[in-house]
């Protein structure tokens, strides 16, 4: 389906940042070191991390800085498909299937933010000998913020994309509540779950995409085709509604009570150059909430898209891309150096 209206970016934020993400364009899709070219919902790749992980290698210059993509809450590589190969012209792009989510099954492992963050710890190092750049959106930036305070000399810059964040005073969306106090009720949980259980694979990605996007027709068909196919390999999991809960249940512990305090002083602990990317229509995590960390984080990047919702790597790509490669070349400089490998401006990670 083609985009049908063209967001409108609100200027960016923040130190060296530049109205609308002004900066190079978005590349064409990169070189996977050695291969041909990646197509663009990149190349299914699989390592082992105390089990298999499936990631999507998107290609980019051997020479460029390694982002390495984290998707949110029950979503998965596949969500970066739209926005990846415009920036894997100039960057190396990646993107694994957290424990419990796309392909990789949890097995032994948890599902939750803890157990993923360690996850995602190991698997940056399997594929740079330098730090990288994490982005993430959701969840993912949420796991993304928490290695970045435990493992700074791991991580070169972040780019959050409508991340979870600390619960603020705002007017929650009824729908988007609702659906959580019922996933965490006892007994409602497991009807839910049920009821999901007995939808299609095109009538849950769209009941998720029509929660996650203000306007879904906005998101092509090869996308959502993509997203069909790892629904119908899910279904086959037996684990899958037990691993989604838990990491639910984790987002929430984290973002709001008990852990709201430790996850603000944690965020407070972040050295490295951070862009907070954010749809001024997300219904799950209000745009108020990200007011509130950067005014708190002066030194990050703001940038709104008005008119997107919780997912603008799917919904608005090349807006996020703009935005993305422009912060790039100004406020991301010096983490776009260090996650470059063997560049003069990369440390190492220890």
């Known amino acids: 389906m083609p985009v049908t209206a ?4 609100r200027p960016a934020s923040g130190p060296g940042s530049q109205p609308g993400g002004a900066g190079t364009r978005p590349g064409r899709p990169g070189t996977p070191p050695g291969g041909p070219p990646a197509p663009p919902g990149g190349i299914s ?9 499936h990631y999507l290698d ?12 984290v998707h949110g809450l029950g979503g998965s590589a596949v969500n ?3 926005v990846a190969p415009l920036l894997a012209g100039g960057c190396r792009v990646l993107a694994p299937d957290l424990a419990g989510h796309g392909l990789t099954r949890a097995g032994q492992r948890g599902t939750g933010v803890a157990a993923n963050r360690a996850l995602l710890h190991r698997f940056t ?3 740079s000998a330098e730090p990288v750049i994490l982005m993430g959106n959701s969840m993912g930036g949420m796991i993304s913020l928490l290695e970045a305070s435990a493992a700074p000399a791991a991580v070169a810059g972040l780019i959050l994309v409508d991340p979870a964040l600390p619960v603020v005073a705002a007017r929650p969306d009824p729908l988007a509540a609702a659906m ?6 006892p007994g409602l949980g497991r009807a839910v779950m049920a009821r999901r259980r007995r939808l299609t694979s095109e009538q849950f990605v769209a009941s998720v995409l029509g929660l996650c996007c203000v306007d879904p027709s906005r998101v092509t068909a090869d996308v959502i ?29 984290t973002a709001s009570y008990p852990g709201r305090r430790a996850y603000r002083r944690q ?3 972040v050295t490295c150059p951070v862009l907070l990317i954010h749809g001024t229509g997300d219904r799950l995590v209000p745009v108020a909430a990200a007011r509130a960390a950067a005014r708190a984080n002066p030194s990050w990047s703001l940038a709104e898209i008005a008119g997107v919702g919780h997912v603008p790597q799917l919904e608005a790509p090349a807006a996020t891309a703009r935005v993305i490669t422009g912060w790039l070349r100004s406020a991301g400089r010096r983490a776009a150096a260090a996650a470059t490998p063997g560049a003069a401006g990369g440390t190492g990670r220890p």
């Open 225 to 253: 085709a993509r997203h069909l196919k790892v629904a119908d390999q899910r279904a086959g999991f037996a684990s899958a509604e037990r691993d989604f809960t838990a990491a639910l249940r984790s987002v929430i512990a």
């Open 58 to 69: 998107f290609g980019g210059p051997a020479s460029g800085p390694v982002i390495v993509c």
């Open 80 to 82: 970066w498909m739209a």
């Open 6 to 9: 063209r967001p409108d970016i």
């Open 180 to 185: 959580f106090v019922l996933y965490l009720t």
């Open 45 to 53: 790749r699989w390592t082992d991390i105390d089990g298999p992980v």
């Open 267 to 269: 965020i407070g602990s």
């Open 125 to 127: 190092a399997s594929v």
